[in-house]
């Protein structure tokens, strides 16, 4: 096979970053072992089986004015219980950049966590987007951000010689696999609102978090105050796409302007909008985003038992964060289990997907007791 130069460099960049995080990329044959990520997945076939209904419907007019786009487009309104502007854009970085920036003036900062991924993983798409605005990272136990810390950060804002804080981003669920109480976000959304900032939801794993709540949409995004959302689809089953929710007018008088501009104006929009109908009816995301859930509780409840074993956060969505020593650490890359290492040398992030299965969890778990070091934790009463 022939690679452009370019495609070779991209080729390598995703290995090292799978390698710098502690990734298995090349697997031992058979079913793929894969824990990194929900993006590893495939598609649903609710999602298959949408898009080729799509592609079946011969000629339709381009750039969202498609009966497929409109479908969808009432389909989340109607999920969420309001009227909102909806743009689908084709990834979770440009959904945040494009909503931040619809937010924020260049000399504005977006308060966030210091994991958040727009802070970690989005390469300064936010900056690039808004003309240069800036994050404000704050610190925060478990990946949550406390009233406190973002009212501190806003009070201590230099006026004039530093960037004006002109929005908050929260991530729901968080990067850590915990999860926001709906009202934990409205506490947070007062405070912004309160010393005029406009709050964005990063919403990539939002189903995930949905299902912890035992709530609907609407509860902790808008009527808990969020004026933007970011709206996940694709770790749950879905192909690439992802969607800007605003639900704050005046924000969404120009945005189509962004969209284009960024480059997420997709000509034959229908194939972005369709896959969410396949999702959304019946609660099919609900369905999947649950067994993602349960296979990661699951497997926590397996590794429960081991002699000093630590989870890292608490398991609310699903991923599970837990200290593996390193002999454990090689022993599973040997094998082929592929999975994250994201904090020090022993921190890794499990994540389970909507089609992950029973045995693949009791796998990965059988794999992790035999290659645990014999008395590892020590005293354990």
């Known amino acids: 096979m022939i690679r452009s130069v370019g495609a070779e460099r991209l080729h390598l960049a995703g290995r090292e970053w799978g390698r710098l995080h502690g990734a298995v990329l090349n697997e031992v044959p058979g079913r793929p072992r894969q824990f990194a990520s929900d993006n590893n997945a495939g598609v649903c076939p609710e999602v298959w089986r949408m898009l080729?209904?799509?592609?079946?419907?011969?000629?339709?007019?381009?750039?969202?004015?498609?009966?497929?786009?409109?479908?969808?487009?009432?389909?989340?309104?109607?999920?969420?219980?309001?009227?909102?502007?909806?743009?689908?854009?084709?990834?979770?970085?440009a959904a945040n950049a494009i909503a931040l920036a619809g937010l924020c003036r260049p000399y504005h900062?977006?308060?966030?966590?210091?994991?958040?991924?727009?802070?970690?993983?989005?390469?300064?798409?936010?900056?690039?987007?808004?003309?240069?605005?800036?994050?404000?990272?704050?610190?925060?136990?478990?990946?949550?951000?406390?009233?406190?810390?973002?009212?501190?950060?806003?009070?201590?804002?230099?006026?004039?010689?530093?960037?004006?804080?002109?929005?908050?981003?929260?991530?729901?669920?968080?990067?850590?696999?915990?999860?926001?109480?709906?009202?934990?976000?409205?506490?947070?959304?007062?405070?912004?609102?309160?010393?005029?900032?406009?709050?964005?939801?990063?919403?990539?794993?939002?189903?995930?978090?949905?299902?912890?709540?035992?709530c609907g949409p609407g509860e902790v995004t808008w009527r808990a105050g969020v004026d933007v959302l970011s709206l996940g689809m694709t770790k749950n089953g879905g192909v690439g796409s992802?969607?800007?929710?605003?639900?704050?007018?005046?924000?969404?008088?120009?945005?189509?302007?962004?969209?284009?501009?960024?480059?997420?104006?997709?000509?034959?929009?229908?194939?972005?909008?369709?896959?969410?109908?396949g999702l959304l009816e019946g609660d099919v995301w609900r369905r999947h985003a649950s067994r993602a859930n349960a296979m990661a509780e699951r497997l926590e409840a397996a590794l429960g038992g081991l002699p000093g074993i630590r989870l890292l956060h608490p398991r609310e969505s699903n991923a599970l964060f837990v200290e593996l020593p390193e002999p454990v650490i090689r022993a599973l890359r040997a094998e082929g289990w592929a999975f994250y290492v994201f904090e020090g040398r022993t921190g890794c992030r499990l994540m389970c997907a909507w089609d992950t299965r029973e045995e693949d969890v009791d796998a990965l778990a059988a794999a992790i007791r035999v290659a645990w070091p014999a008395g590892h934790g020590g005293e354990t009463g």
Request: aromatic share 8%.
């Open 52 to 93: 080729e209904e799509a592609n079946a419907g011969g000629h339709v007019l381009g750039y969202g004015d498609d009966p497929w786009t409109a479908r969808a487009c009432d389909a989340i309104r109607e999920w969420l219980g309001t009227g909102c502007d909806v743009f689908f854009v084709f990834n979770g970085t």
């Open 242 to 277: 992802e969607a800007v929710v605003v639900f704050d007018a005046e924000v969404a008088r120009e945005m189509e302007y962004r969209v284009k501009q960024g480059g997420q104006l997709a000509s034959k929009m229908r194939y972005l909008a369709a896959p969410w109908l």
């Open 109 to 214: 900062a977006v308060i966030c966590h210091a994991e958040a991924h727009i802070r970690q993983d989005e390469c300064g798409a936010p900056g690039f987007f808004g003309g240069g605005t800036q994050l404000l990272a704050l610190e925060g136990a478990h990946g949550r951000l406390t009233v406190q810390s973002v009212e501190e950060a806003i009070l201590s804002h230099f006026p004039l010689h530093a960037s004006k804080p002109g929005a908050l981003s929260l991530t729901q669920a968080t990067e850590r696999g915990t999860v926001y109480a709906v009202e934990a976000v409205a506490a947070l959304t007062d405070v912004a609102h309160r010393h005029g900032l406009k709050v964005h939801m990063d919403g990539a794993r939002l189903a995930n978090a949905l299902v912890t709540l035992g």
